[in-house]
Nanobody
Framework: QAQLVESGGGQVQAGGSLRLTCTAS???????MGWYRQAPEKQRELVAR???????DYADSVKDRFTISTNKARNTVYLQMNNLKPEDTAAYYC??????????WGQGTQVTVSS
């Protein structure tokens, strides 16, 4: 079982930056960690994901603006978000997938970008 704790959300103006942090605890084997987001009345979507082998996936809408990174020793994943846009407004969820293909989710952190 893994538990995920997120921090770093908030409200910023368009063009601003935020950094999200997620730390995993508990006994689990990590295949990938990443971030998803869900805006009101929309489906949850992948933002960025990093696999333990090094592969990184980004949503097209955030490429060149967001950067995912990890501290493997601390089971922590970060999401640096630059040049934020109003359409980035959403609840952001940390995700961990283990070797059983089980997904774990954080409680979510709200990001609000005003124009």
């Amino acid at each position: 079982q893994a538990q995920l704790v997120e921090s770093g959300g908030g409200q910023v103006q368009a063009g601003g930056s935020l950094r999200l942090t997620c730390t995993a605890s508990g006994r689990t084997s990590i295949v990938a960690m990443g971030w998803y987001r869900q805006a009101p009345e929309k489906q949850r979507e992948l933002v960025a994901r990093m696999a333990t082998g090094g592969r990184i996936d980004y949503a097209d809408s955030v490429k060149d603006r967001f950067t995912i990174s990890t501290n493997k020793a601390r089971n922590t994943v970060y999401l640096q978000m630059n040049n934020l846009k109003p359409e980035d407004t959403a609840a952001y969820y940390c995700n961990l997938r283990d070797y059983s293909s089980r997904d774990y989710w954080g409680q979510g952190t709200q990001v609000t970008v005003s124009s």
